[in-house]
């Protein structure tokens, strides 16, 4: 079992930068890709990025690319998102995950999954 817990998030203006980050436990996250997803209310959940368990591959869907990135430090087995030029509509619960399938895989292929943390950007 692997447990996920999120952190960082909080109340920002437009503009600011933000780094979440999502502190793993559990087994180990060897052979395991992770991943961010978020999900605003009243709306299903979107894919911001994933990360292959050797950090040689990132994937980020079009709408992501440029200010999002996911990196992962193994020595503190965690998961981080970096967010720049946060925009009002980035307002959502952030939720990373694991997953076995490698970082292209769908949401329904993460095993694991955190609580969440929420960020709100002001304008």
């Known amino acids: 079992q692997v447990q996920l817990v999120e952190s960082g998030g909080g109340l920002v203006q437009a503009g600011a930068s933000l780094r979440l980050s999502c502190a793993a436990s559990?087994?180990?996250?060897?052979?395991?890709?992770m991943g961010w997803f978020r999900q605003a209310p009243g709306k299903e959940r979107e894919f911001v990025g994933a990360?292959?368990?050797?950090?040689?591959?990132?994937y980020y869907p079009d709408s992501m690319k440029g200010r999002f990135t996911v990196s992962r430090d193994y020595a503190k087995n965690t998961l981080y998102l970096q967010m720049n030029s946060l925009k009002p509509e980035d307002t959502a619960a952030y939720y990373c995950?694991?997953?076995?399938?490698?970082?292209?895989?769908?949401?329904?292929?993460?095993?694991?999954w955190g609580q969440g943390t929420q960020v709100t950007v002001s304008s």
């Open positions: 559990g087994r180990t996250l060897n052979h395991l890709a």
């Open positions: 995950a694991a997953t076995s399938g490698g970082p292209y895989a769908p949401p329904a292929r993460y095993e694991y």
């Open positions: 990360i292959s368990w050797s950090s040689q591959t990132t």
